[in-house]
């Protein structure tokens, strides 16, 4: 499992309902090596109601100062309390990210990241740890009561469908105004090349490119029309 795009951040489920908190870091610091008890500890951890319709519940939790060797390897599960629980670090469907009242609950938030990005990891600031849909919106007095979840999709045609019927309202957040960044897609290309080689992946780098050079021209020109303008800006 990849550490990095998800900041450290990994989910366990089919928890039962009835685990607290220090049940599950138990049966956690028991997967732990005997050095990396003494070296590590869950800096982070969140139980929430599962999404899929189970009475389960979901763990979000992060190891510091490093992930334990136990989360580097893929497909991890453990027992505890008479269910089976998986943990993943690709945080694929929905995850609610903050345990809300149902009855309080006033709408339902739903955050939806870019192209080769982290469901979760995404949103996290690799400098604070800072989750902004968690950590932000569930101390504001007037979006405390609404739930928020990160979706993550696995880029198959029946996901994209699911998530198109499923839309009423889009927000955009933190769109690049200077372009994509065509390392981090080169990187996911080269992947999908290496599986199907007749894919169309560097055409598709190769029409970004070109965007992405048109729109940083229009930039510029927009900028040295401010400074020549002396147009005040405000932010």
Known sequence: M????NRGLFRAQGINRCTTKEGFKGALDKLLEEEETRELALGYLQLV???NGTQTQVAIFKYQPRTPNFLLKDGQWFELDGNDVFVDSDFYDLTQLFPVDPDSAKIDIVAVSGLNSHALGSWTSPETGKLWLRDF???DEELKNCRAYVRGLMSREEDRQLLVNSVTNIFFFGVPFKGIDLEDVRSMV???SAKDPASQGQDVISSIDYETQRHTTTIDTFKRQV???QTETVS
């Open 227 to 229: 400074e020549e303008k």
């Open 2 to 5: 990849s550490a990095i795009k």
């Open 190 to 192: 080269e992947e999908i």
């Open 137 to 139: 919106i569930s101390e």
């Open 49 to 51: 109601p599962a999404c």
